[in-house]
Nanobody, 123 residues
Framework: QVQLVESGGGLVQAGGSLRLSCAAS????????MGWYRQAPGKQRELVAA???????NYADSVKGRFTISRDNAKNTVYLQMNSLKPEDTAVYYC?????????????????WGQGTQVTVSS
């Protein structure tokens, strides 16, 4: 089993910055893609940013130029640096990881989610 633990959310004024962290632990052989998603009240969960094990990144258009995703493979940790925050960035942010490891009696790639961390941007 794998656990993803997020930290770094909070309340910030518009124009401010926050840095989210997500550390994976447990039965891990390797981690392929890692990413951050968010879900605002009454809206569907959406991809914010993703990063491959090789460092290739992908961003939602709404955060390009403001957010930066990075990872430390040695620590099985992914980060999201959020700058120039806007009220519309307010949401619960979830970490996601595609992990190669044991799933019951089988080795395979399994998808895991963190518990979510609240980000609130005041105007």
């Amino acid at each position: 089993q794998v656990q993803l633990v997020e930290s770094g959310g909070g309340l910030v004024q518009a124009g401010g910055s926050l840095r989210l962290s997500c550390a994976a632990s447990g039965s891990i052989f390797s981690i392929n893609a890692m990413g951050w998603y968010r879900q605002a009240p009454g809206k569907q969960r959406e991809l914010v940013a993703a990063i491959t094990s090789g460092g290739s990144t992908n961003y939602a258009d709404s955060v390009k130029g403001r957010f930066t995703i990075s990872r430390d493979n040695a620590k099985n940790t992914v980060y999201l640096q959020m700058n120039s925050l806007k009220p519309e960035d307010t949401a619960v942010y979830y970490c996601n990881a595609a992990v190669l490891g044991w799933g019951g009696a089988r080795i395979g790639e399994y998808d895991y989610w963190g518990q979510g961390t609240q980000v609130t941007v005041s105007s």
